[in-house]
Protein backbone atom coordinates (compact mmCIF):
# COMPACT_ATOMS: atom_id res chain seq x y z
CA UNK A 1 0.00 0.00 0.00
CA UNK A 2 1.10 3.24 -0.83
CA UNK A 3 0.75 6.25 1.32
CA UNK A 4 0.32 9.73 0.54
CA UNK A 5 3.84 10.81 1.44
CA UNK A 6 4.93 7.96 -1.12
CA UNK A 7 2.29 9.12 -3.91
CA UNK A 8 3.81 12.96 -3.49
CA UNK A 9 7.34 11.38 -3.93
CA UNK A 10 6.72 10.05 -6.88
CA UNK A 11 4.81 12.72 -8.67
CA UNK A 12 7.78 14.72 -7.41
CA UNK A 13 10.34 12.54 -8.93
CA UNK A 14 8.57 12.52 -11.92
CA UNK A 15 7.78 16.69 -12.37
CA UNK A 16 11.57 16.63 -11.77
CA UNK A 17 12.31 13.84 -14.49
CA UNK A 18 10.12 16.18 -16.72
CA UNK A 19 11.80 18.75 -16.00
CA UNK A 20 15.23 17.94 -16.54
CA UNK A 21 14.05 16.63 -20.17
CA UNK A 22 12.65 20.08 -20.86
CA UNK A 23 15.96 21.82 -19.64
CA UNK A 24 18.08 19.06 -22.21
CA UNK A 25 15.88 19.80 -24.93
CA UNK A 26 15.58 23.65 -24.26
CA UNK A 27 19.51 24.01 -24.33
CA UNK A 28 19.50 21.92 -27.65
CA UNK A 29 17.16 24.30 -29.29
CA UNK A 30 18.76 27.06 -28.19
CA UNK A 31 21.94 26.16 -29.97
CA UNK A 32 20.14 25.12 -32.90
CA UNK A 33 18.83 28.97 -33.08
CA UNK A 34 21.65 30.60 -32.08
CA UNK A 35 23.56 28.87 -34.88
CA UNK A 36 20.58 29.41 -37.72
CA UNK A 37 20.54 32.84 -36.63
CA UNK A 38 24.44 33.42 -37.03
CA UNK A 39 24.29 31.82 -40.48
CA UNK A 40 21.09 33.09 -41.55
CA UNK A 41 20.66 36.37 -39.73
CA UNK A 42 17.99 38.42 -38.00
CA UNK A 43 17.15 42.10 -38.22
CA UNK A 44 19.58 43.04 -36.41
CA UNK A 45 22.30 41.31 -37.37
CA UNK A 46 23.35 40.24 -40.83
CA UNK A 47 23.68 37.00 -41.78
CA UNK A 48 26.88 34.80 -42.46
CA UNK A 49 26.74 35.70 -46.37
CA UNK A 50 26.09 38.81 -46.18
CA UNK A 51 29.50 39.02 -43.88
CA UNK A 52 31.75 37.56 -45.92
CA UNK A 53 30.57 39.28 -48.72
CA UNK A 54 31.44 42.29 -47.11
CA UNK A 55 34.66 41.11 -46.36
CA UNK A 56 35.09 40.37 -49.97
CA UNK A 57 34.22 43.74 -50.88
CA UNK A 58 37.30 44.88 -48.86
CA UNK A 59 40.06 42.17 -50.35
CA UNK A 60 39.93 43.11 -53.98
CA UNK A 61 40.15 46.24 -55.79
CA UNK A 62 37.09 48.20 -56.47
CA UNK A 63 38.33 52.01 -57.58
CA UNK A 64 39.38 52.91 -54.11
CA UNK A 65 36.83 52.40 -51.53
CA UNK A 66 38.30 49.22 -50.48
CA UNK A 67 40.75 47.61 -48.03
CA UNK A 68 42.83 46.52 -50.85
CA UNK A 69 42.99 49.80 -52.84
CA UNK A 70 44.17 51.51 -49.59
CA UNK A 71 46.75 49.34 -48.54
CA UNK A 72 47.75 49.51 -52.22
CA UNK A 73 47.92 53.50 -52.21
CA UNK A 74 49.90 53.36 -48.57
CA UNK A 75 52.57 50.64 -50.08
CA UNK A 76 53.20 53.13 -53.47
CA UNK A 77 53.43 55.96 -51.34
CA UNK A 78 56.12 54.04 -49.00
CA UNK A 79 57.80 52.83 -52.32
CA UNK A 80 58.67 55.84 -53.89
Not at 6 to 33: P, Y
Request: hydrophobic share 50%; no cysteine; charged share 20%.
Amino acid sequence: MVTIAGQIAAVAAGLAGIGWILKAFWRAFSAIHELATAILGDDDTPGLVKRVERIEYQLNPNGGGSLFDKVTRIDERVSE
